[in-house]
């Protein structure tokens, strides 16, 4: 029998939520306690670039990170395959002679190589990019006829956040009411292109201890903390309301505030759960700080801060201008060599600062 390989490669940046994710009402699924709105990154920054190929030739389903063999053995890989797979149709590429039948899937195994443009110790969301990247290309590979938001309900249960890197721009993921899931997925906001003075810089903070992981973390909260219940149902659907109204009209200074405001609660339940969580230390103080009292030295809010399960700080400048001053700040707090390294990333495919 001829062998033959298909394969399909595809780039999806990582996103940062300026309305926290924080919680979920069922582990399994992975379904949140509350909606979320993150922006999406540039492609050409902080991106998983995956490679995935089918052959008659691969006797089981495998993957590589970052060029290192990897167990796709856990429950959030699995149920990823088991849904593209329950979802694939016909293959033809005559060309090459291949053809496949939408009964074959099943028996066909797929292996997967993932590269991250980013280091994976950084600290910075992987797992968001990483497990979209692989739902989209095995989704071209087997050509799934889902559209975005059904495929970020796919992506959704690889890994929560990694459902609103299936799209650009500015994303909401509607934690939806459904027990089975089929109503909580990501859709866009606005696109790539409505808000690109923004410019988003993240100063990586080194720390030394082991951080809580997202899911524990989650867990945590979720059992303990009475604040972050109030947040869940008291704040968050406000607060997503104000700020789809303040992306839409691009009113930076509502921006700022609610972001800020978010991630310092997020924090906070942190702080709030038993035993409490620090994912931020001092130097992620200091940065909140230095932000906070030049935007009270201006008339209007100049630069948002937001923090996720760790030290970084992801800072968001109105402007380039702005980006540029708020770079030669950083750089005045914490010079070459202390324990930030800036990095910056554009919402539009510009780069920023040289
Ligand atoms: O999807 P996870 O399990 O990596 O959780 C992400 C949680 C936060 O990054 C802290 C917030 C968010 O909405 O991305």
């Not at 099943?106 to 990247?133: D, K, Q, R």
Request: charged letters at 25%.
């Amino acid at each position: 029998e001829k062998s033959w390989v298909r394969l399909v490669t595809a780039q999806t940046p990582t996103n940062i939520a300026v309305i926290k994710y924080w919680g979920k009402r069922d582990e399994t699924l992975i379904l949140p306690i509350n909606d979320s709105l993150s922006v999406t990154l540039d492609p050409n920054h902080l991106c998983t670039t995956t490679t995935v190929a089918v052959s008659p030739a691969f006797h089981q389903d495998r993957m590589w990170l970052n060029g290192k063999e990897i167990s796709l053995a856990g429950d959030r890989f699995q149920n990823c395959l088991r849904e593209i797979r329950k979802r694939a149709n016909d293959v033809e590429e005559e060309e090459k002679g291949i053809k496949i039948a939408k009964k074959d899937w099943e028996n066909l195994h797929v292996h997967i190589a993932s590269y991250n443009n980013f280091p994976t110790a950084a600290g910075l969301a992987s797992s968001a990019a990483g497990l979209a990247c692989l739902v989209f290309s095995l989704a071209k590979l087997m050509n799934l006829k889902e559209d975005q938001a059904q495929l970020s309900a796919i992506a959704r249960q690889g890994s929560g956040s990694a459902c609103r890197s299936l799209h650009g721009g500015f994303v909401k993921w509607i934690m939806g009411n459904n027990d089975d899931g089929s109503d909580s997925f990501a859709v866009q906001v606005t696109d790539e292109k409505h808000w690109d003075d923004l410019v988003i810089l993240i100063a990586v903070v080194s720390s030394r201890q082991k951080e809580t992981s997202s899911t524990s973390g989650m867990r945590e909260s979720v059992e303990t903390s009475l604040l972050l219940k109030h947040r869940a149902q008291e704040i968050v659907p406000k607060r997503m309301i104000q700020m789809e109204e303040a992306i839409k009209n691009k009113d930076f200074p509502s921006f700022a505030r609610l972001a800020c405001a978010d991630s310092n609660q997020f924090h906070a339940t942190c702080l709030d759960t038993t035993p409490p969580i620090f994912y931020m230390n001092d130097t992620s103080h200091k940065i909140i700080s230095i932000v906070e009292k030049w935007n009270r030295a201006e008339t209007t809010p100049q630069v948002a801060y937001t923090f996720d399960a760790g030290p970084n700080a992801v800072l968001i400048a109105r402007d380039r201008k702005t980006a540029s001053l708020l770079l030669r700040r950083m750089l005045f707090h914490f010079p070459p060599g202390a324990d930030v390294d800036l990095n910056s990333y554009v919402l539009g495919d510009k780069s920023i600062l040289q």
